[in-house]
């Protein structure tokens, strides 16, 4: 078992939409996942029990919902590929549970784990949403993984807002 970083990932800025600075508003994150190059950047072939750490989380933030989906279909002589997506060390297959990516066809999305009602909340630390193989016989030369997350950034915002704003009543008959 290996965890692999997905190389984009550590460019990716913590995104965190407000309104106005003082109102958050969901975001979407995603990022591709060839397999091709994880199985490249990993020195070896992509195994059952490794993992993708592919969207990062900001210390914060409420995962909201997130999924998979085939963006072209998966190369190699494996068939029965089964994809999680979750947090690793938490709930592995939070979102999405034994798709099995080896039989989906390109623009294919992961069905929902049962789960993926109730949202995700970190804390002060941020997090990685991963990508587990969850089984596989055969061997996996390829493919690309969408991987994507709606997020909300729930950190506390000290600005006023409205309220803090001066204003003054200033009765019409004075």
């Given at each position: 078992?290996?965890?692999?970083?997905?190389?984009?990932?550590?460019?990716?800025?913590?995104?965190?939409?407000?309104?106005?600075?003082?109102?958050?508003?969901?975001?979407?994150?995603?990022?591709?996942?060839?397999?091709?190059?994880?199985?490249?950047?990993?020195?070896?072939?992509?195994?059952?029990?490794?993992?993708?750490?592919?969207?990062?989380?900001?210390?914060?933030?409420?995962?909201?919902?997130?999924?998979?989906?085939?963006?072209?279909?998966?190369?190699?002589?494996?068939?029965?590929?089964?994809?999680?997506?979750?947090?690793?060390?938490?709930?592995?297959?939070?979102?999405?549970?034994?798709?099995?990516?080896?039989?989906?066809?390109?623009?294919?999305?992961?069905?929902?784990?049962?789960?993926?009602?109730?949202?995700?909340?970190?804390?002060?630390?941020?997090?990685?949403?991963?990508?587990?193989?969850?089984?596989?016989?055969?061997?996996?030369?390829?493919?690309?993984?969408?991987?994507?997350?709606?997020?909300?950034?729930?950190?506390?915002?000290?600005?006023?807002?409205?309220?803090?704003?001066?204003?003054?009543?200033v009765p019409s008959?004075?």
């Amino acid at each position: 078992m290996a965890t692999v970083t997905a190389s984009a990932l550590a460019s990716m800025k913590d995104a965190q939409a407000t309104r106005h600075g003082n109102t958050a508003v969901p975001y979407l994150v995603e990022q591709e996942i060839d397999l091709s190059k994880i199985a490249t950047q990993k020195g070896s072939a992509l195994a059952a029990g490794d993992i993708v750490e592919a969207i990062k989380v900001p210390a914060g933030s409420v995962v909201l919902l997130a999924g998979l989906a085939a963006k072209t279909v998966k190369a190699g002589s494996s068939t029965d590929v089964a994809l999680d997506f979750g947090i690793t060390g938490n709930d592995p297959d939070r979102f999405v549970d034994g798709w099995v990516y080896g039989t989906a066809a390109a623009g294919d999305f992961a069905p929902f784990a049962t789960t993926a009602i109730t949202p995700i909340a970190f804390s002060a630390v941020s997090e990685t949403l991963d990508i587990l193989i969850a089984a596989q016989s055969g061997t996996v030369t390829g493919g690309i993984v969408r991987a994507w997350a709606v997020l909300l950034d729930v950190n506390d915002r000290p600005q006023g807002g409205i309220v803090g704003l001066t204003t003054r009543y200033v009765p019409s008959n004075v």
